[in-house]
């Protein structure tokens, strides 16, 4: 069965870190790119980043450039996300996706996804 | 960055009926565009990519279609099962940006 878990959420204070992870089975993890995308509560969906099957093709939405990192451990069949200089507007339920190919494009499996939570 | 306008904003309809949304993109994306099913509590679902490309195991009366700027998502006669937001979103170039959704409901 193809699965993505998401980990790593939490309550974090505005400023701090935190570092999400995903871990994927059932499929061929470094054949695909994946995804992050994050959904604050009761509002839409926003693309925070992607990387590419090989890590060569990296893309970050600009409310979170130079602030997140994703990366990727094929080895562990692991997606990771780092998040640096949390902001309120952070919080969000944050979901890992699979890519339909090995660059990116569509997401075509979906972690249940991991809530952050950003508050003093 | 390619911005992503979905129209309606909400919709109301009924079992049975037709109903289709729009998705417009604010520079040409050729055919870069996917469309996911979102229900409450529950992660988003790939129906349509590269436009008008069914997603496996996604019934038939869903379809896409358009190229360039304007996309359509047409569900052909709405079952009980469809009500659900549903988002577009761009692949042509990152961000890959989404849509603001559209809800539809029961009328």
């Known amino acids: 069965e193809v699965q993505l878990v998401e980990s790593g959420g939490g309550l974090v204070q505005p400023g701090r870190s935190l570092r999400l992870s995903c871990a994927a089975s059932g499929f061929t993890f470094d054949n695909y790119a994946m995804h992050w995308v994050r959904q604050p509560p009761g509002k839409g969906l926003e693309w925070v980043s992607g990387i590419s099957w090989n890590s060569n093709n990296i893309g970050y939405a600009d409310s979170v450039k130079g602030r997140f990192t994703i990366s990727r451990d094929n080895a562990k069949n692991s997606l990771y996300l780092q998040m640096n200089s949390l902001r309120d507007e952070d919080m969000a339920l944050y979901y890992c996706a699979k890519d339909r190919y090995g660059d990116l494009d569509a997401s075509d499996i979906w972690g249940q996804g991991t809530m952050v939570t950003v508050s003093s | 960055d390619i911005q992503m306008t979905q129209s309606p904003s909400s919709l109301s309809a009924s079992v049975g009926d037709r109903v289709t949304i729009t998705c417009r993109a604010s520079q040409g994306i050729s055919s870069y565009l996917n469309w996911y099913q979102q229900k409450p509590g529950k992660a988003p679902k790939l129906l349509i990519y590269?436009?008008?490309s069914l997603q496996s195991g996604v019934p038939s009366r869903f379809s896409g279609s358009g190229s360039g700027t304007d996309f359509t998502l047409t569900i052909s006669s709405l079952q009980p099962e469809d009500f659900a937001t549903y988002y577009c979103q761009q692949s042509y170039s990152t961000p890959c940006s989404f849509g603001q959704g559209t809800k539809l409901e029961i009328k």
């Open positions: 590269a436009a008008s």
